[in-house]
């Protein structure tokens, strides 16, 4: 990560790069730019706040940091995600379609989608299969496991899963694609689990039917906000499993390193989760006792005006 030094040029609200997407670089991706920040970035997903408010605060702040941080407006990111699964011919194909969204981020996510939709019918009404009947799956990273995921997906959403010809998984951000990969493999396992039971229930009648998603043969895309740019020593693992992933910025940060993303909203948390964030940005910070109250300060509702320790 950058460091900001004495006497350096004060950051701007403008001071995220954005470059052209090289689509010839990675051809199962879709993207609409790629962002090469020179420091933190914080996913602006507090719903009714300005962003160029936000945005404003959060660059004062910065001046006083030995960090940079840069405001992203979910709600742009949504449009422009939006904009770019318009144009993605898989998810428009003949068949069911089960739309997933896993975690807590996929959340916001579901939430700032079903109102892009509601307040530009006429531009996104095509994809209001994305809101109609979704799929919440729940994903939290395993302790002490290297990157593994307890991953938990409701019976009654295995059924959506059996008659699927398409899957499309959504996030807030992808970073190296674990996530995606075992939700996938943990679908097909369940849904063959389920499919076995059902068989064994009617006889040897059905034996014969298993199912797109059972099979291996349905279309797999994955959608977020923001995806880490693969490289050569870093690939994304999600295009192993995903023929398409569609998303509304790459994030490339300018000292090659995997660039720190977290959303306000989780920096507000005042659970063990917002508790541990907040800790990790603490050695870059000179005042971070004040930045939280910045942040609280974003909301309107007197719980999150208090001081986050």
């Not at 408010?53 to 840069?70: L, N, P």
């Amino acid at each position: 990560m950058a460091t900001q030094s004495q006497g350096a040029r004060s950051p701007t609200p403008n001071a995220v790069t954005t470059k052209r997407f090289d689509s010839r670089s990675h051809p199962t991706i879709r993207a609409g730019g790629t962002f090469v920040p020179d420091g933190y970035i914080l996913l602006n997903d507090i719903p009714g706040a300005s962003h160029q408010a936000v945005q404003k605060r959060i660059t004062e702040f910065s001046r006083t940091q030995q960090a940079v941080f840069h405001a992203v407006s979910a709600q742009q990111l949504t449009r422009s995600m939006l904009d770019q699964l318009k144009n993605t011919k898989a998810l428009f194909a003949e068949g069911a379609i089960a739309v997933v969204y896993t975690g807590e981020g996929a959340q916001k996510v579901f939430q700032f989608i079903q109102e892009a939709i509601r307040l530009e019918p006429k531009k996104y009404g095509s994809l209001s299969f994305l809101v109609s009947d979704p799929i919440f799956v729940g994903a939290r990273r395993i302790p002490q496991s290297r990157g593994r995921f307890d991953i938990r997906i409701g019976k009654q959403d295995i059924a959506k899963f059996a008659g699927a010809q398409r899957v499309m998984v959504v996030d807030d951000v992808i970073s190296s694609g674990q996530t995606m990969n075992e939700l996938k493999q943990k679908i097909m396992r369940e849904v063959n689990t389920e499919l076995d039971a059902a068989r064994s229930r009617l006889g040897t009648r059905r034996r014969g039917y298993q199912g797109a998603v059972a099979a291996g043969n349905a279309k797999w895309t994955a959608a977020a906000w923001l995806t880490v740019e693969p490289t050569k020593k870093r690939p994304l693992k999600a295009q192993e499993a995903f023929a398409t992933i569609v998303t509304a910025r790459m994030v490339r940060h300018s000292s090659g390193t995997i660039p720190p993303i977290n959303s306000i909203s989780t920096f507000l948390r005042r659970d063990a989760k917002g508790k541990v964030v907040r800790q990790g940005y603490r050695p870059n910070l000179s005042r971070p006792r004040a930045f939280s109250t910045m942040l609280a300060g974003l909301r309107k509702t007197r719980t999150t005006r208090r001081v986050i320790k």
